[in-house]
């Protein structure tokens, strides 16, 4: 028991720190994980969750997906689910992973890998949801995402919902390679149609591997990756995934020098070398290097009586890692002539099921070259990067999270026809989002119709006219504003941030049907983001604005800066090498903004809650009081976040005392320039 006292120490203070998302970070993209908990956190509300990872289900700011779940008081972590190599990823390739209770959380560890591969009933009867994070390495034969479809497969029997949070695939999506598997040769390293090489994450894994097994599925998807990004250009620090790969180079080794189960043929030092007893080193290197294979030298290293090859990779964007073991594999063969396991009616070789296929074996049998090996697989290898399309996530363009990826309840899907080994069948698919522009969730209900649109009117020379307005929701506090509103008969423009949009798309829809108008004010928020530099700022305005149209089908018009036109916070974190005091980041995004022809709406009246969180209704009122005097249009600033209760307990007093001193109301319309600078 003593031995457990620090880890029950620790446990109980993670549990005492208050849930938060990530916080601000370096790093080039933000993971499904950091997404989760900043943007989409309603999906894990009120749930037992049941966690599918290990040592590599760490987010951006190198804090595991099991203490944010622990420190999160809106969620229940019931259970978790470690897949081969164990909860800490140090057990050895094909041991089995025992199940326990664990020590320090006091519930079960089941371990997935070994003789139970597949949640059984029993170990998915406390949860409601199947949450994973894992990190894959980008080969089909690494059984990460056997054991992801494996669960989601369970998931579907037993009723369960599975969200995954996407990682990167640390090769990149860019080069697709290798033998493709065939039904026969189906397996635990080999779950579905997939090259040896897929080019694809565990998200867009889980959206193929979907079609066939129609789970309830949500992917919370990266925000920030493109395509093309290998793992060294994210900015995560890598955790080694299993013992065996400890670092990037033995990723990028994987399918180099792993592909000769069951032959002479082996790698060494974290696959950083292949090759085999006897085999000579300076000849193998000869035809390597002869063959120009793209990103790669291949060195001659003896060790011991074996000799073989190390690899220097010296392009990491050109290197093709299951081409590269296919010539290597081809290439021994013909130096060395070895016997190629066979499969059998009764059992399937090891080399098959790593090759999907029986057909490579056969090939190296008959002495073919490298390159009429590749050769024989490309018919398959373009069907599959056809039927891979569908489920693509992410495109040239850094992505950014509009709203998860969801299939709810799709149709029963259709299996696969039993195909003959060389010609894999096509199963049906349901219709998923398009790559690169991925926010698609199903059962979406129509958007609402303004109850009254609204008619922009040129002021009488009489007459004054006040514009109210809320900045930063929505949140819980906006329905109270609007309850007022709608109990004083007045309209309003509210500027909306749009990480605030998911689960609050409701209120949005209100907003428009009951008359106000809708306005961006970025998506973060994050001064430190928007104010780097004018495509930092407009990229996030972009996101937000493209939020409020998705869940209101009304594209904003108008728009509000973070701090205001005339804040003097973006000096602070304008990017020095771009910017400095007399050419400033603001100047370039109001030349920009006006190029764009964006109307950007200031204030001239505030009720001060922007100050802070601890003030009080009769404060707001004497603040407006104080600064309405005569004016013909005052645009008055306030805030319908979260913490602002007080600013609607102000708000019945404020319409009584603007009505008292002659103003009407309207809403902000991008036509009444006249109103765009006013602070």
Do not use: C
């Not at 193998?284 to 073989?308: C, H, M, R, W």
């Not at 209760?645 to 809403?667: D, N």
Request: aromatic share 8%; net charge positive.
């Amino acid at each position: 028991m003593n031995k457990f006292l620090p880890f029950l120490i620790l446990a109980l203070i993670l549990t005492l720190i208050p849930p938060v998302g990530s916080s601000a970070n370096t790093t080039a993209i933000q993971l499904g994980s950091d997404v989760l908990f900043n943007q989409f956190h309603h999906l894990i509300e009120g749930k037992k969750v049941g966690l599918i990872t290990n040592q590599t289900g760490l987010n951006s700011q190198m804090v595991s997906t099991i203490d944010m779940l622990r420190r999160d008081r809106s969620v229940h972590l019931t259970a978790l689910y470690a897949p081969e190599h164990g909860l800490d990823g140090k057990t050895v390739a094909g041991k089995q992973v025992t199940s326990f209770v664990h020590p320090v959380y006091a519930i079960p560890v089941y371990g997935l890998s070994g003789s139970t591969r597949k949640p059984t009933p029993e170990m998915l009867k406390d949860i409601d949801i199947f949450l994973v994070d894992l990190q894959d390495i980008g080969s089909r034969t690494y059984t990460y995402i056997s054991t992801l479809q494996y669960a989601m497969t369970a998931a579907k029997e037993q009723g369960k919902e599975v969200i995954v949070l996407d990682r990167p695939n640390p090769l990149g999506g860019a080069i697709v390679e290798g033998p493709v598997v065939e039904l026969p040769y189906r397996s635990f390293f080999g779950v579905d149609t997939l090259p040896l090489a897929h080019g694809m994450t565990i998200g867009e894994l889980a959206l193929f591997f979907n079609r066939t097994i129609g789970v309830d599925l949500t992917v919370v998807p990266m925000q920030g990756y493109t395509r093309n990004m290998i793992y060294q250009q994210t900015g995560l620090a890598w955790i080694p995934s299993s013992p065996h790969i400890p670092s990037l180079t033995s990723v990028f080794g994987y399918m180099a020098t792993g592909l000769g189960e069951g032959t002479p043929i082996r790698q060494g030092d974290h696959f950083t070398w292949i090759g085999a007893e006897g085999l000579d080193s300076h000849k193998y290197a000869d035809l390597l290097n002869g063959s120009l294979l793209p990103g790669v030298i291949f060195i001659p290293e003896n060790k011991g009586t074996a000799g073989g090859v190390r690899l220097q990779i010296n392009d990491l964007h050109q290197f093709n890692p299951a081409k590269t073991g296919i010539y290597a594999l081809a290439y021994a063969k013909q130096l060395q002539p070895f016997p190629v396991p066979k499969s059998t009616s009764k059992q399937i070789a090891m080399f098959d099921k790593v090759m999907g296929t029986n057909k490579i074996g056969l090939l190296l049998e008959q002495g073919k070259s490298p390159q009429e090996i590749v050769s024989s697989y490309q018919a398959d290898l373009k069907k599959f990067v056809e039927l891979r399309q569908k489920y693509l996530i992410y495109g040239d363009e850094p992505f950014i999270p509009m709203q998860p990826i969801q299939q709810k309840h799709p149709e029963q899907p259709k299996q696969p026809v039993q195909p003959k080994p060389s010609k894999p069948g096509k199963p049906e698919t349901p219709t998923p989002p398009k790559p690169g522009n991925n926010n698609g969730t199903t059962n979406q209900t129509k958007n609402p119709e303004p109850a009254t649109k609204p008619i922009p009117q040129t002021p009488k020379s009489s007459e004054k006219i006040a514009y109210l307005t809320f900045d930063d929701g929505p949140s819980s506090v906006t329905p109270r504003v609007l309850d007022t509103l709608k109990a004083h008969q007045v309209k309003a423009t509210f500027f909306i941030v749009g990480r605030e949009v998911a689960g609050h798309e409701a209120i949005l829809k209100r907003i428009v049907a009951e008359g106000h108008a809708l306005g961006g004010h970025s998506y973060s928020h994050n001064y430190q983001l928007v104010y780097k530099n004018m495509e930092s700022f407009f990229a996030d305005l972009e996101k937000g604005s493209q939020m409020i149209e998705k869940a209101t089908g009304v594209k904003p018009a108008v728009f509000r800066y973070p701090g205001g036109s005339t804040n003097t916070v973006s000096l602070k974190y304008q990017d020095p090498k771009r910017y400095n005091k007399q050419h400033t980041v603001m100047q370039a995004i109001k030349a920009e903004a006006k190029q764009r022809g964006y109307t950007f709406i200031d204030w001239n009246v505030t009720n001060g809650d922007a100050r802070s969180n601890k003030y009080t209704a009769a404060q707001t009122l004497a603040n407006i009081k104080q600064q309405v005097k005569s004016q013909k249009e005052i645009v008055v600033l306030m805030h319908d976040s979260s913490t602002k209760s007080p600013t609607v307990e102000a708000l019945p007093e404020i319409i009584s005392y603007l009505k008292e001193k002659g103003y009407r109301f309207e809403v902000i319309q991008a036509d009444r320039p006249t109103v765009s600078n006013v602070k």
